[in-house]
């Protein structure tokens, strides 16, 4: 069973630097897409960062420049580090990862983690 845990969330003044970090558990057998998603009160969720399945870089004009997505395969992490915070950046932020399990192909979604942005 694949679970993904994130991490690193709080609260920060604009300008600030958070690091968030998701933990999978659980085997996928090839990783089609994996990211980090975030979602405002009354708005969508939406995309900020992510890898494609043939490992490319994708993020949201607003945080290009900013933010930046890794991932360590070994360890099974994929992390976004967030620099130049401003209160628009406050939201849910949530690690998605979609691929093929013995089960077939699925996409999973972390608990979320709290970023909040302060003036």
């Known amino acids: 069973q694949v679970q993904l845990v994130e991490s690193g969330g709080g609260l920060v003044q604009a300008g600030g630097s958070l690091r968030l970090s998701c933990a999978r558990s659980?085997?996928?057998?090839?990783?089609?897409?994996m990211g980090w998603y975030r979602q405002a009160p009354g708005m969508q969720r939406e995309l900020v960062a992510g890898?494609?399945?043939?490992?490319?870089?994708e993020y949201a004009d607003s945080v290009k420049g900013r933010f930046t997505i890794s991932r360590d395969d070994a360890k099974k992490l994929v992390t976004l580090q967030m620099n130049s915070l401003t209160p628009e950046d406050t939201a849910v932020y949530y690690c998605?990862?979609?691929?093929?399990?013995?089960?077939?192909?699925?996409?999973?979604w972390g608990q979320g983690t709290q970023v909040t942005v302060s003036s």
């Open positions: 890898f494609t399945g043939d490992g490319s870089t």
């Open positions: 659980g085997d996928i057998l090839s990783i089609t897409a």
């Open positions: 998605y990862t979609r691929g093929y399990t013995v089960g077939g192909d699925f996409g999973f």
